[in-house]
């Protein structure tokens, strides 16, 4: 079951309400007043305007869950109302201040940290809203047969039990790693995420393909997005992605990875790395050839994909080390795990 974010096309005659998700721009006006000049200088990239003891209020326009009744666990996507006071860039993250003391310390509870899940504009290309996607963190204690409340996650379980206009404390834009380099319009990019990882790619996307923006009408590369999850009714974005599939089918790939319905090449689960391993002549060739590549996701998706990688490399001959150092030093690679 494919759950629908509700998503909208509005006609030119109408002026889009904050909180609804766009397909394409408003009335097909461009999305450039955002825009550093030029567009791909990051110089000016706001930074941390926001600090923990000084935080932004912002208030919760929606929170619905995104995935359907057999997905594992449940993911939320968020729509915050910054008004524009708090704008960012694709690939930055926000802090967000849970209310309430840990019981540990006696303190108030510490910031966490959520990439951002649209682009600059927003979902509803404003430039006044931001979202945020979010699994609820839970667990579930064996011995009492069923989840333990005392240790589910605090900010997590907040933010997903979220209604219009509660109003969160929020920190940041913070973060540089994730950028997008986007001076040279040919460049491809290669995705990797697992799960709520997926939401500084969803940003990039939508800024690549769904705006009207300069970096839209200049991009000639091509947008590979892999997205490891547990089965079908765990996808995030589906929809999403379909229609810039259908739209685009020159400049945008995607590949699911579904540990519980498929099988990788020995018969085992197919996880995230055994997709990527699929297209691994293709990738590599990329990449010598400029592509940068992104991972966003749960910390324990590297020690396999590096396995894999180490393995690629061993077979065409090539030292592991040697290449990962090299496009770290041409600022290739990307990592933000958690």
């Known amino acids: 079951m494919r759950i629908s974010m509700d998503y909208e096309n509005p006609p030119s005659n109408v002026v889009s309400k904050r909180g609804v998700i766009l397909t394409e721009s408003p009335g097909g006006t461009s999305q450039d007043f955002l825009e550093a000049s030029p567009y791909w200088d990051q110089s000016s990239i706001p930074l941390n305007t926001y600090k923990n003891k000084s935080p932004f209020t912002a208030k919760v326009i929606s929170c619905k869950r995104i995935v359907g009744p057999s997905a594992t666990g449940e993911t939320c996507h968020i729509i915050f109302d910054h008004d524009g006071k708090m704008p960012y860039w694709e690939g930055q993250s926000y802090g967000v201040l849970p209310p309430g003391i840990n019981p540990k310390n006696g303190k108030p509870h510490t910031v966490r940290l959520y990439s951002i899940a ?40 907040y933010l997903c039990d979220a209604t219009p206009g509660l109003e969160v404390k929020l920190t940041g834009p913070s973060g540089k790693v994730m950028l997008l380099p986007e001076q040279d319009p040919n460049t491809d990019y290669i995705m990797v995420a697992t799960g709520t990882g997926i939401a500084p790619f969803r940003g990039f996307i939508r800024r690549l393909f769904l705006e009207r923006t300069p970096a839209a009408k200049a991009y000639q590369g091509l947008a590979w997005l892999f997205l490891g999850v547990a089965n079908t009714d765990a996808l ?26 498929q099988l990788n090449a020995q018969g085992g689960k197919m996880y995230i790395q055994d997709k990527v391993e699929v297209y691994a002549d293709d990738i590599f060739s990329r990449l010598e050839s400029g592509a940068h590549m992104y991972f966003c996701g749960l910390k324990g998706m590297m020690p396999g994909i590096q396995g894999m990688l180490k393995a690629v490399c061993e077979k065409k001959g090539m030292n592991y080390d040697e290449f990962i150092a090299a496009l770290k030093k041409a600022g290739q690679w990307h990592v933000e795990v958690y």
Do not use: H, I
């Open 236 to 261: 995030l974005y589906d929809e999403e992605w379909q229609n810039v599939l259908l739209k685009y089918p020159q400049n945008f790939k995607v590949d699911y990875a579904l540990s519980r319905e």
């Open 118 to 157: 649209s682009s600059r504009y927003g979902d509803d290309m404003s430039g006044l809203t931001a979202s945020l996607c979010v699994r609820r963190a839970t667990y579930w204690d064996p011995e009492m047969g069923k989840e333990d409340p005392a240790k589910k996650g605090v900010c997590s379980n």
